[in-house]
Nanobody, 123 residues
Framework: QVQLVESGGGLVQAGGSLSLSCAASGGQFSRLAVSWFRQAPGKEREFVAGIHRTGYSDYSDSVKGRFTISRDNGKKTVYLQMTSLKPEDTAVYSC?????????????????WGQGTQVTVSS
């Protein structure tokens, strides 16, 4: 069983930066594909970025060029570096993992989820 714990959320002004971490325990982390999703109030959960087992990464169009996802298998951690933040980036950010090579933008295909961390961007 894999447990995921996110950290690093907070309040930031528009144009600022934040870095999120997703630390895993249990299971074999290097065999997991990991993604970040976010959910704003009244909206559906949406895919933000994913990193495959190989290290290849995917991004939603809304964050491409501003966010960077990375992983450190030795530390069993996936990071999401967010820059040029906008008020519309405000949401609860959750990491999710599945025992596949590649990620996918579909939440129901993930087996493991963290509890989420709040990111608030003020205008």
């Amino acid at each position: 069983q894999v447990q995921l714990v996110e950290s690093g959320g907070g309040l930031v002004q528009a144009g600022g930066s934040l870095s999120l971490s997703c630390a895993a325990s249990g299971g074999q982390f290097s065999r997991l594909a990991v993604s970040w999703f976010r959910q704003a109030p009244g909206k559906e959960r949406e895919f933000v970025a994913g990193i495959h087992r190989t290290g290849y990464s995917d991004y939603s169009d809304s964050v491409k060029g501003r966010f960077t996802i990375s992983r450190d298998n030795g530390k069993k951690t996936v990071y999401l570096q967010m820059t040029s933040l906008k008020p519309e980036d405000t949401a609860v950010y959750s990491c999710a993992a599945r025992p596949t090579i590649v990620t996918a933008p579909i939440p129901r295909t993930y087996d493991y989820w963290g509890q989420g961390t709040q990111v608030t961007v003020s205008s």
